[in-house]
């Protein structure tokens, strides 16, 4: 059995919806609404959804960049949510995050140089300036990048050397998570499987374990071991990656599967269409929040929330189709 | 700077094909940089569209996709680019059209949707206004003519409760909602040709396959030929029936569907089509093309994928490849040359 690293359990984060003058609170966004998971350390998790669904919101949430609403986080086994700030900043230095954009998320003023530095120096990782600037030329080559860049300016660089600068942000303080909020969605197919490469080779010279947060399920299913996918932010269908692609049993992941379009002319598969859109998260669905949209919605689906069950080890599905209640 | 219809005519007789809807000759679109000295963003790009076809237009950004489309919708404009060669709708010149002809041709033969339907929609007038006004523009109908059709179009693309959705505007509707507005638009006055410029990138994959499946209806019930421009190479493969590869500003390889993605040939295809993960197969590891696309003018002479190719010869230094035809596929790299016959 592996170490455990990270457990999530009923993780919940609500933005009130605050109107006139006043701010009166008049209702809430369920951004994340119960979200529970566990992580092995090495092992990376995909969180697949479409746009609105809460992956980013739990990733920030995790790292505590966003504050939850209730639930519990539990890193090493020690609990993240109630953390104070001169412990969250110690904790920092061993989960990191990479963002989409890698340009908004570089100081556009400073030389990438003095980025990694900073992120150094934050840590109080190296003795000296000499000694840091010798850890961010190493920290250049190992994500690809030619020493001789250093006293460059972001803009600079083109978008998968401005991610790899991220990448190597991330990694200079030797974190043990990373979470990748949409590494590679901003990027060319040439450049997104170079990045997808080096994730996969850091992971295996630094042991990372990874949350990598994406909408494209292709993306996911290549990098990932675990998988969960959300929507409106609940974790439908949580499993190994085999078993998800093997047995997908969540409605929604069966569309989302379906949807996705294959590179293959001679391959014409069987679409199962989704209706609508995704509903207002500021005034979800009663019941399942996904029976508005589904194939298989039974009257019971209307009016309970479903339950997590466990079809499987290790696979969980968040639907009344498999709880022996109602069948 | 533009070629004379019928002086083309003579020259080349044979170019005129009762199915070609739209050919496209020698097009290079170019800008001025430093030093009186220009870049081309479009080098010498030639093919054709045939009546009812749909065709991609594939690449990474910064190829020359998007430019190209425009360049056919006349929308560049003679202070910001030259545009040379000649754009053939239904044996008609349109390229240095005046503004106003081009005006009597945008929307009613030609339409276009954009990636974002957001900043392509006017966020200050109603949805039926805006729907409204193509149809106003083409047609002589009256005003409750226009409403009918414009609910109609509306119908057409599923939109529901078309009635009060005319009435809304642009920021009450969801992201794919708004590209059905597009298309509705778009389609209002029967165009033959409708160029889609990354129609579904902003979307959400299962709204992406609803508006997919839209614009293929469409296209049986308006007898439309599509130009898809995508960079995503499994919508290729489900819509389309010809592809077109575009590397640096030139066309590099061109194949039916089912021949690119069982043959390619290119080595730029080859990369592409290695570097993306497949919900079909399982692969450790991508493949992918080492290096960055190349910035416009970088490159002066040879093959302009050289630097990025696995497979280069000394003479892709030093001379670029002409289009070598295979059959009916086009390649343009020296490795087929003793295959191929130049085109």
């Known amino acids: ?327 | 700077m533009t070629t004379n219809l019928l002086e083309l005519l003579e020259k080349n007789p044979e170019a005129v094909d009762e199915d070609d809807l739209l050919v496209v000759e020698n097009l290079v679109i170019q800008f001025a940089a430093e030093k009186k000295s220009h870049v081309r963003a479009v080098n010498h790009v030639n093919f054709n569209l045939k009546k009812r076809e749909t065709v991609a237009l594939v690449g990474e950004s910064g190829c020359g996709k998007s430019i190209t489309s425009l360049s056919i919708m006349g929308l560049i404009p003679k202070h910001a680019g030259d545009v040379l060669g000649s754009i053939r709708l239904n044996n008609k010149e349109l390229n240095g059209l005046s503004p106003k002809k081009m005006r009597q041709i945008r929307g009613k033969e030609i339409s276009m949707i954009f990636q974002e339907p957001m900043t392509s929609l006017n966020p200050v007038h109603k949805i039926g206004k805006q729907i409204g006004e193509v149809i106003r523009l083409h047609t002589k109908a009256s005003k409750e003519e226009i409403k009918v059709k414009t609910i109609e179009m509306l119908k057409k693309v599923e939109i529901p409760r078309p009635d009060k959705i005319i009435n809304d505007y642009p920021h009450q509707l969801s992201g794919g909602m708004r590209q059905r507005v597009m298309i509705a638009m778009a389609m209002a006055c029967n165009p033959s040709l409708l160029i889609a410029d990354e129609p579904t990138t902003a979307l959400d994959v299962t709204i992406q396959a609803q508006i997919l499946d839209l614009m293929n209806d469409l296209k049986d019930q308006f007898d439309t030929t599509i130009l898809l421009i995508t960079h995503d190479l499994g919508v290729v493969a489900e819509v389309a029936d010809r592809v077109m590869v575009m590397y640096y500003g030139q066309i590099v390889e061109e194949a039916e569907v089912t021949t690119l993605f069982t043959q390619p040939k290119h080595p730029y295809t080859l990369g592409l089509l290695n570097s993306i993960p497949n919900l079909e197969e399982n692969k450790d590891r991508l493949d992918p093309i080492v290096g960055n696309v190349p910035n416009l003018g970088e490159i002066t002479e040879g093959c302009p994928f050289r630097f990025r190719c696995q497979f280069a010869l000394e003479k892709c230094s030093t001379e670029n490849p002409p289009l070598f035809n295979i059959e009916k596929q086009k390649v343009r790299c020296w490795l087929f040359e003793e295959e191929g016959e130049v085109s």
């Not at chain 1, 109630?82 to 990479?98: D, F, N």
């Not at chain 1, 990045?195 to 299913?221: C, P, R, W």
């Not at chain 1, 293959?264 to 009663?286: F, Q, R, T, Y």
């Open chain 1, 1 to 327: 059995m592996k170490e455990e690293l990270l457990e999530v359990s009923d993780l919940k984060t609500h933005f009130p919806i605050q109107k006139g003058i006043l701010k009166r609170n008049t209702g809430f966004v369920k951004a994340v609404d119960g979200v529970s998971f566990k992580l092995a350390k090495g092992e990376t998790l995909g969180i697949v959804g479409e746009s609105g669904c809460g992956k980013s919101t739990t990733g920030r949430s995790i790292l505590r960049l966003i504050n939850p609403t209730s639930g519990s986080v539990k890193y090493k086994g020690k609990e993240v949510t109630s953390l104070s700030k001169g412990e969250l900043l110690k904790l920092r230095k061993e989960m990191q995050i990479v963002f989409q954009d890698p340009y908004a998320s570089l100081n556009p003023r400073i030389t990438i140089a003095s980025i990694l530095e900073e992120a150094l120096s934050t840590h109080s990782i190296g003795k000296d300036k000499k000694e840091r600037r010798e850890i961010v030329l190493q920290l250049l080559e190992r994500v690809g990048l030619n020493r001789q860049l250093a006293n460059r300016y972001p803009h600079e660089f083109s978008g998968g050397q401005r991610q790899r600068i991220g990448i190597a942000r991330a990694i200079a303080v030797n974190p043990t998570l990373i979470i990748a909020d949409e590494p590679v969605s901003a990027l060319d197919v040439s450049i997104q499987a170079q990045i997808l490469n080096l994730f996969q080779d850091l992971q295996e010279q630094m042991g990372l374990t990874y949350i990598f947060i994406a909408h494209d399920l292709s993306v996911v299913k290549h990098i990932s071991d675990k998988i969960g996918v959300m929507y409106l932010g609940r974790m439908v269908e949580y499993a190994s990656k085999d078993d998800l692609f093997s047995n997908p049993s969540h409605p929604y992941t069966q569309a989302l599967m379906s949807a996705v379009p294959v590179p293959n002319p001679l391959m014409k598969k069987e679409k199962i269409s989704l209706k609508g859109d995704v509903p207002n998260p500021a005034a979800p669905p009663s019941g399942c929040t996904f029976h508005t949209r589904c194939n298989a919605c039974m009257e019971v689906c209307k009016t309970i929330k479903p339950k997590d069950i466990e079809i499987s080890p290790g696979h969980v599905v968040s639907c009344h189709l498999y709880d022996s209640a109602y069948n």
